[in-house]
């Protein structure tokens, strides 16, 4: 309905997008009767709906609006280059300055020698691009036969279609297709909540490295590629691996020459307090960095595949006589989205802001810690920016609610009522909220999803979901 403090037609809205909007992740169950809340406007670290309604994005829009919302000098820096050229293909021998320059910067702030960038619209596209590309290497090489791809349960690489069959999440996964020739493999997600019991995090991180040497030793390193991980687990549960476990995987990954792919699509620019998580936490340079939704902060659809000096050098070597690289998209390097990225980094750069998480993840993190004396949360885990509420129906055996009862979306509803928005997948509660929030937000964060948490307790009792021990 339209409120009188509303300028938007609230009712007209919400049936246009229920007739023709088919939304990412519907659930189809109650679509077509609750329709969408439709969000309006926003600034800072809040975003308001058509009804004037004012909530803290605790879930950042998609793990991406780092610099937060309303950032003039980026609406202005893209309006100016739409003006000036809002578009050349980047195909063959041409490019933009806004190409060329974001190409120059990522490379100055990726690790090591990934000196060489291939752009795209999204974190699908990245990770579909480094397979292809990597396919192409090891053929180059003369070694045809170097294909599988290693990812793990669990992990989350997106949803086009070569992407969610990397993707280990098995509920997305429902009613759907993926790649099943033997490419992709799996092994173990690095869960250390739900590590078998009796054993430590060192004695888990050994066998998950030992189930991965099992595993290349079974298929023969031969034939695989390639090694796919998030540094920290997204939309799979905010996985955090046991100490070392980063670097142990990477030198297995080298002993077989296997490339290492760190998907970084949620964890860089500043999610973990570095610019890429992947040396500067976890020690180890990769020979390939995916990045996506943090790189423009999602002022545009913009995606990047790095690639160190080793592997450009095979496979920028001319193949045959009239051959070309022929990979790429009519929107890789589009002008605007460039000058998006840009003035995303200027803004980062400038304002500090991976100082900002490394100051106030820590509190974050602590302030949510105190959540895990409630009865029904079984773990809160992540780092700085990037966490996790596992909602629990024992704390003891760890065994969860059953899906009907739908906790982590009762949980975010309540949020929601109360002017936080949280993100919930199946009995988890995720934040990743955008990189400049204050210890009052947090504050105000934590506190409304306490409540929040404490009143659906309340309500699953009553109900006879669930008893309190």
């Given at each position: 309905m339209t409120t009188a403090n509303s300028k938007y037609n609230t009712a007209e809205i919400w049936e246009k997008d229920r007739d023709h909007h088919i939304h990412p992740w519907t659930d189809f169950s109650d679509f077509k009767e609750k329709g969408s809340m439709i969000l309006a406007e926003a600034s800072g670290a809040y975003v308001s709906d058509s009804d004037g309604n004012r909530f803290l994005d605790g879930i950042g829009g998609l793990w991406c609006v780092n610099v937060g919302y309303g950032r003039k000098e980026i609406a202005q820096a893209m309006a100016e280059q739409a003006e000036n050229m809002v578009y050349y293909s980047s195909f063959g021998h041409h490019t933009s300055i806004p190409a060329a320059e974001l190409s120059a910067k990522l490379a100055e702030l990726a690790p090591g020698s990934l000196n060489h960038i291939q752009f795209g619209t999204g974190g699908s596209m990245a990770n579909d691009t480094a397979i292809r590309m990597i396919h192409f290497y090891f053929n180059r090489l003369g070694k045809h036969n170097k294909k599988r791809i290693?990812?793990?349960?669990?992990?989350?690489?997106?949803?086009?279609?070569?992407a969610m069959s990397l993707t280990g999440v098995e509920f997305d996964h429902t009613g759907f297709d993926i790649i099943d020739n033997g490419m992709i493999q799996r092994i173990s997600a690095p869960n250390t909540y739900r590590r078998p019991d009796g054993m430590d995090?060192?004695?888990?991180?050994d066998s998950l490295v030992e189930e991965f040497e099992q595993k290349i030793h079974d298929l023969g390193a031969e034939t695989v590629a390639a090694f796919i991980a998030e540094p920290i687990m997204g939309a799979g549960g905010v996985i955090v691996a046991p100490q070392g476990y980063h670097q142990r995987m990477?030198?297995?990954?080298?002993?077989?020459?296997?490339?290492?792919i760190a998907d970084e699509v949620v964890t860089a620019f500043g999610r973990l307090g570095h610019f890429f998580a992947s040396e500067d936490v976890f020690d180890m340079v990769p020979d390939i960095i995916t990045c996506a939704k943090g790189l423009s902060s999602?002022?545009?659809?913009?995606?990047?595949?790095?690639?160190?000096d080793a592997f450009y050098d095979v496979i920028?070597?001319?193949q045959a006589e009239g051959a070309m690289l022929t990979h790429g998209f009519t929107y890789s390097g589009h002008p605007v989205c460039c000058v998006a990225g840009l003035k995303n980094i200027e803004i980062m750069e400038r304002e500090d802001l991976c100082a900002h998480v490394r100051e106030l993840g820590p509190y974050f993190e602590q302030q949510l810690a105190t959540l895990d004396e409630l009865d029904i949360v079984g773990d809160v885990r992540g780092s700085h920016f990037m966490m996790?509420?596992?909602?629990?129906?024992?704390?003891?055996?760890?065994e969860i609610l059953p899906a009907e009862v739908g906790v982590g979306n009762r949980i975010a509803a309540v949020a929601e009522r109360k002017g936080v928005l949280v993100r919930p997948i199946a009995h988890l509660n995720v934040l990743s909220p955008p990189l400049i929030l204050t210890r009052d937000d947090i504050d105000l964060l934590v506190s409304v999803l306490r409540e929040s948490i404490t009143e659906v307790m309340d309500d699953l009792i009553r109900e006879g979901l669930w008893k309190a021990p």
């Amino acid at each position: 309905m339209t409120t009188a403090n509303s300028k938007y037609n609230t009712a007209e809205i919400w049936e246009k997008d229920r007739d023709h909007h088919i939304h990412p992740w519907t659930d189809f169950s109650d679509f077509k009767e609750k329709g969408s809340m439709i969000l309006a406007e926003a600034s800072g670290a809040y975003v308001s709906d058509s009804d004037g309604n004012r909530f803290l994005d605790g879930i950042g829009g998609l793990w991406c609006v780092n610099v937060g919302y309303g950032r003039k000098e980026i609406a202005q820096a893209m309006a100016e280059q739409a003006e000036n050229m809002v578009y050349y293909s980047s195909f063959g021998h041409h490019t933009s300055i806004p190409a060329a320059e974001l190409s120059a910067k990522l490379a100055e702030l990726a690790p090591g020698s990934l000196n060489h960038i291939q752009f795209g619209t999204g974190g699908s596209m990245a990770n579909d691009t480094a397979i292809r590309m990597i396919h192409f290497y090891f053929n180059r090489l003369g070694k045809h036969n170097k294909k599988r791809i290693i990812t793990r349960h669990d992990g989350y690489h997106g949803s086009t279609y070569l992407a969610m069959s990397l993707t280990g999440v098995e509920f997305d996964h429902t009613g759907f297709d993926i790649i099943d020739n033997g490419m992709i493999q799996r092994i173990s997600a690095p869960n250390t909540y739900r590590r078998p019991d009796g054993m430590d995090e060192a004695e888990f991180c050994d066998s998950l490295v030992e189930e991965f040497e099992q595993k290349i030793h079974d298929l023969g390193a031969e034939t695989v590629a390639a090694f796919i991980a998030e540094p920290i687990m997204g939309a799979g549960g905010v996985i955090v691996a046991p100490q070392g476990y980063h670097q142990r995987m990477h030198q297995v990954c080298q002993k077989n020459e296997i490339l290492y792919i760190a998907d970084e699509v949620v964890t860089a620019f500043g999610r973990l307090g570095h610019f890429f998580a992947s040396e500067d936490v976890f020690d180890m340079v990769p020979d390939i960095i995916t990045c996506a939704k943090g790189l423009s902060s999602a002022y545009a659809p913009l995606s990047a595949s790095i690639y160190s000096d080793a592997f450009y050098d095979v496979i920028s070597v001319p193949q045959a006589e009239g051959a070309m690289l022929t990979h790429g998209f009519t929107y890789s390097g589009h002008p605007v989205c460039c000058v998006a990225g840009l003035k995303n980094i200027e803004i980062m750069e400038r304002e500090d802001l991976c100082a900002h998480v490394r100051e106030l993840g820590p509190y974050f993190e602590q302030q949510l810690a105190t959540l895990d004396e409630l009865d029904i949360v079984g773990d809160v885990r992540g780092s700085h920016f990037m966490m996790c509420v596992e909602n629990v129906a024992n704390k003891e055996t760890k065994e969860i609610l059953p899906a009907e009862v739908g906790v982590g979306n009762r949980i975010a509803a309540v949020a929601e009522r109360k002017g936080v928005l949280v993100r919930p997948i199946a009995h988890l509660n995720v934040l990743s909220p955008p990189l400049i929030l204050t210890r009052d937000d947090i504050d105000l964060l934590v506190s409304v999803l306490r409540e929040s948490i404490t009143e659906v307790m309340d309500d699953l009792i009553r109900e006879g979901l669930w008893k309190a021990p």
